[in-house]
């Protein structure tokens, strides 16, 4: 079975010394239900959001919590690093690239567009 995190353990307690149940946290602060029970590793079916809203809402459960929000962050961090990218992934296309090139292929048809006005008026 799977160890408890830290930020689990932390979550679960200021939650349980502040009286309230996960239902009454999340009408108190508006974070889903599901997040609050996924943010204190409870087994839970749910879609979450990405990480960043999930490290929101774990900053908005902590200062309801009265807990240190940056502390609470930084165990999520820990606990939720940021993957690094994919090495084989191909940098997008630089947008002044395209342009570029747009502006050169519409000066050539203008180009040719006068050459052959020009070439009928003989």
Do not use: C, N
Request: no cysteine; glycine share 2%; hydrophobic share 50%.
């Amino acid at each position: 079975m799977r160890e408890i995190s830290d930020l689990a353990v932390q979550l679960r307690a200021a939650i349980e010394a502040s009286q309230h149940t996960v239902e009454e946290l999340a009408d108190k602060t508006k974070v889903p239900r599901t997040t609050i029970l996924a943010l204190i590793e409870e087994p839970v079916a749910a879609v979450l959001p990405e990480r960043v809203y999930l490290r929101g809402h774990l900053k908005v459960l902590a200062q309801s919590l009265k807990l240190d929000a940056e502390a609470m962050a930084a165990a999520f961090d820990a606990v939720y690093p940021v993957a690094p990218p994919p090495s084989d992934m191909v940098p997008p296309e630089s947008p002044a690239r395209k342009l570029a090139v747009s502006a050169g292929l519409y000066g050539i048809a203008l180009l040719a567009v006068v050459v052959a006005f020009a070439t009928a008026m003989r």
